[in-house]
């Protein structure tokens, strides 16, 4: 479990702070828990590639060590972290027993160590005895199993003869250690040595020869050599202790679960990560594995243990979240947002490019691949949460595998993540897994408020912005740069392009310009992939009625244009909806002077069929966006407010709208809605 590494386990502060009311809203609730379908899909070629945004590092249960990081140094104490990552556990103080570590880093059939003076073998029996041979001297002494499946075999290297020493009868294990006990010296099989407190023991695995080598350490000697491999040692003191903790109760949940077993836990990040005490090279460069600073953590937490329900916890942590705890198998694993995790996190958020190619050679069944369709998430944060299922479909096939697995196949991060630039709207600003509406002031103020997944709202406004009245043409919804965020674009008075990208926390980071002469546009809109290329592109009108399409590069930026159409003169409203008809193409959305709604459904090649008529009357509504699924049913929804300023909800079903209802009063104060 190294934070490089993904892992089998595992903030508090505060959740977002809730600004005051700055405009209309309806009653607020709680985040949804639940695990959500989805239709994320995206449309492929067998020359694409797409972009894939992740948040975190592992399972994301249980502690986040980058989480306890930050909270340390933000004056967090190692109770304070083990109680928000862990709540319902109880402390309790107990003994340092022996803990037996299966040594997965010894591959071979037999355990050699590094002879020593005072070395003795014992064996199931629990009888000590000296070895050596009178007038010789041992450099190794070597374990083998009987082939007869009665004992094991040992044997000591004098020269360069393996003389045999003594068969036990005992089909239990032989134990090699020295008295009195210091460090044992094991020999792996490329020739390097690793170096560890305790004994060290050999015993059966499967039929013979079989054998399997067994550190039999006490807890807190294990603890030394596995805190400093989990969390490096130079971080706080508070982290550290937490670290101690959290891996001393998760070795005593290994070992109460087995407890007569031949070992209770091992040595890499299908477990904890355990080295001993150091490593010796074949040419004999030493690498330590102990570390002052988590001994001091160790001694500062000496046998602290949390406990549920009279048992040892199952504490499970990983590098990072992502900003949301996962749920566990227990009931202090639960899933809430961690408002630690990001603070100075390197893998807190991340992206990869995946070809097509790389999709079908990892799922060859399917053929030429030709979309992804991400079906089904766990319920909270960003963007619904994790992946649980996703659907890869080609020219041959389909393949319905799970995020964790489709996360393995492509050395992804976690298995939270997206394919970004796609047809599919990204409103959550915040990254709560909510979606979120942004509207403007005449003033210039720009506020935003967090929908509650269920068609209404479930705080108040924020103030996200101010200034923004000098902006023509502002526009929201795609993620432009590929960072699985929605984004902004806007057309000041000067014509000039501005990209304003998400900060992931609400509000926006630092703009920058992709463009001039934009004053000539009527219009702005960021539907989606229009093109399939995997990246979100941008759509203009301009004065004389030309419909252009301007391809994203990825970055934020737009490359040359094209002409898609004209006669868009008429149009009162022009803008980006996503997917609407579930192709998995993005499609525009447009007003006429008749007041008549119509779809633009795009082909996937960056140009748009002929419209399709979706309502009438729409010349009553002041202001008209497409929002990405507000209804949570999966699918892009309308947004519009009239004269009277009641705001409403049109739910976009796929082919037509439901009945509207209104969702709030009072949008009179506003000029544009995002």
Not at 247 to 273: G, M
Not at 558 to 567: C, F, K, L, N
Request: with cysteine.
């Amino acid at each position: 479990m190294s934070l490089t590494r993904p892992r089998r386990r595992g903030f508090l502060l505060v959740a977002l702070l809730l600004a005051a009311l700055l405009g209309p809203v309806a009653a607020a609730g709680p985040p949804a828990q639940a695990s959500v379908t989805t239709t994320e899909r995206v449309t492929l070629t067998a020359s694409s590639t797409m972009t894939v945004a992740g948040r975190g590092y592992g399972h994301g249960i249980g502690m986040s060590q980058y989480g306890a990081r930050a909270a340390a140094a933000g004056g967090s104490t190692y109770r304070q972290i083990l109680d928000f990552y862990y709540p319902g556990t109880t402390a309790t103080t107990v003994a340092s027993t022996e803990l037996r570590v299966l040594l997965k880093s010894d591959t071979d059939d037999d355990l050699r160590v590094v002879a020593a003076p005072g070395m003795v073998m014992s064996d199931a029996r629990g009888v000590p005895r000296s070895i050596g041979f009178p007038g010789a001297t041992v450099s190794q002494w070597r374990v083998l199993r009987n082939a007869n499946d009665t004992g094991f075999v040992l044997f000591g290297l004098v020269g360069s003869t393996w003389r045999l020493w003594s068969q036990s009868a005992s089909p239990g294990f032989i134990s090699l250690s020295t008295s009195p006990a210091t460090t044992v010296q094991v020999v792996l099989p490329d020739g390097s040595r690793r170096e560890y407190r305790g004994s060290v023991r050999a015993v059966a695995d499967g039929a013979a020869p079989g054998l399997a080598s067994v550190n039999a350490v006490r807890m807190e000697d294990y603890l030394r050599s596995v805190v400093p491999a989990e969390m490096p040692s130079s971080w706080p003191a508070n982290a550290l202790r937490a670290q101690a903790v959290a891996a001393r109760t998760y070795a005593s949940q290994n070992r109460a679960s087995r407890p007569t077993a031949a070992w209770h836990t091992c040595d890499d990040t299908a477990c904890q990560v355990y080295r001993g005490v150091r490593s010796l090279s074949a040419a004999g460069a030493v690498t330590p594995h102990e570390a002052a600073a988590t001994d001091a953590a160790i001694s500062a937490t000496s046998g602290v243990t949390l406990y549920y329900a009279g048992a040892p916890a199952f504490t499970q942590f990983s590098s990072s979240n992502g900003g949301w705890t996962a749920t566990g198998s227990a009931p202090y694993l639960v899933a809430k947002r961690d408002p630690w995790d990001a603070q100075g996190n390197p893998v807190h958020a991340w992206s990869v490019r995946i070809t097509a190619a790389q999709l079908r050679a990892a799922y060859p069944a399917v053929g030429t691949p030709q979309s992804i369709t991400v079906v089904s998430r766990t319920g909270p944060g960003e963007w619904g949460g994790r992946v649980e299922n996703v659907v890869i479909a080609g020219s041959t096939g389909s393949r319905t595998v799970t995020g964790a697995a489709f996360r393995t196949a492509f050395g992804l991060r976690s298995a939270w993540w997206k394919v970004t630039g796609t047809s599919r709207l990204e409103p959550d600003t915040t990254a709560d897994g909510r979606p979120d509406l942004t509207a403007r002031t005449p003033a210039g103020e720009l506020r935003s408020y967090e929908g509650n997944r269920s068609g209404g709202f479930a705080t108040a406004a924020r103030r996200i912005g101010t200034g923004w009245q000098v902006m023509r043409h502002v526009t929201d919804g795609a993620d432009l740069d590929g960072d699985g965020n929605g984004d902004i674009l806007a057309i000041d008075g000067g014509g000039t392009l501005w990209f304003y990208p998400s900060n992931r926390a609400g509000g926006l980071a630092a703009r920058q310009q992709v463009g001039t002469g934009w004053q000539i546009m009527a219009f702005l809109a960021s539907p989606g992939d229009m093109t399939g290329d995997g990246r979100a592109d941008v759509l203009a009108v301009d004065d004389a009625g030309t419909l252009w399409l301007y391809p994203g590069d990825g970055t934020g930026r737009v490359t040359a244009r094209r002409a898609i159409g004209s006669g868009w003169q008429i149009m009162t409203a022009v803008v980006g909806a996503g997917d609407m008809d579930g192709d998995g193409t993005a499609d525009v959305v447009a007003r006429d002077s008749a007041g008549r709604l119509l779809l633009y459904r795009g082909r996937g090649d960056g140009s748009v069929r002929g419209a399709i008529v979706i309502g009438n009357g729409w010349q009553t509504m002041r202001l008209l966006t497409v929002q990405g699924d507000w209804s949570g049913d999966g699918r892009p929804d309308v947004l519009a407010s009239d004269a009277s300023g009641a705001l409403y909800l049109y739910p976009w079903n796929g082919s037509a709208f439901s009945a509207r209802r209104a969702i709030g009063q009072g949008w009179t104060v506003y000029d544009r809605l995002l």
